[in-house]
């Protein structure tokens, strides 16, 4: 165990939802990442990063070392000693002046265990205050912890990840807890309406030809 390996925010904010949102990112994909300080490192993602790892919008930030070594920092802590890692978030949490609207979960990476998620989701029980939001496609994790914890908090969000058909059967599942959401990738390429998908709402980060 290193216990010197501290679990940290990006408490930067967001150019779309401002400063008052904190991020918290580990590494992307499923390959070993070389970093500076913590040396090789395999990516989070795993399986759940079949067909979009080459297009992953994570790519392109790791051309800046501190950056891999923030993400294999966070990474290396949540594998080490999960509840260490997260006494760490929750007391930086705790000990802000300012403290954040929103906290991104895993903006970068994704959810390696059942255990990870419940963590998050104590936190967001402790931080009602604070609204938690993730996407995922560990669907899994989702059906352990929703199994598990008998009272979900109101203020975290669980996207389920839609890529065309994958994800539709999961987001079926889970769709009657208020607190899933569905974040579907829409190329124009497949209708989601004849899946019984309705898309309500469009991000506004991307225009119409997904640039």
Same mark, same amino acid.
């Given at each position: 165990?290193?216990? =010197?390996? !501290?679990?940290?925010?990006? =408490?930067?904010?967001? !150019? ?40 992953? *919008? ?5 051309? *800046? ?19 260490k890692a997260f ?17 991104? !979960? ?5 959810i390696e265990s059942p255990m990870?998620?419940? +963590? ?9 205050? !604070? ?5 995922? =496609? ?5 059906? +352990? ?20 058909? *994958? ?17 579907? *990738? ?17 991000? +506004? ?7």
């Open positions: 165990m290193n216990s =010197k390996i !501290i679990a940290k925010f990006n =408490k930067n904010g967001n !150019i779309k939802l401002g400063r008052r949102m904190w991020s918290f990112s580990k590494l992307y994909g499923n390959q070993t990442h070389e970093s500076r300080h913590y040396g090789a490192v395999a990516g989070t993602c795993g399986h759940h990063c079949d067909g979009c790892a080459a297009s992953c *919008y994570v790519r392109k930030s790791y051309r *800046y070392p501190s950056v891999i070594d923030g993400h294999a920092r966070n990474t290396l802590a949540f594998r080490t000693d999960l509840e006494d760490d978030l929750n007391g930086a949490i705790d000990r802000a002046k300012n403290k954040p609207h929103f906290i991104r !979960i895993d903006q970068s990476g994704e990870e998620l419940l +963590m998050w989701v104590l936190s967001a029980k402790k931080h009602p205050e !604070i609204h938690y939001y993730t996407y995922t =496609k560990n669907f899994e994790a989702v059906r +352990m912890v929703i199994n598990t914890v008998e009272n979900m908090p109101s203020n975290i969000t669980i996207n389920i990840s839609v890529w065309h058909e *994958y994800g539709l059967e999961a987001f079926e599942e889970f769709k009657a807890y208020p607190f899933i959401k569905a974040f579907v *990738y829409d190329d124009r390429a497949f209708d989601y309406a004849a899946h019984g998908l309705k898309i309500d709402t469009y991000c +506004m980060a991307y225009d119409e030809s997904g640039k």
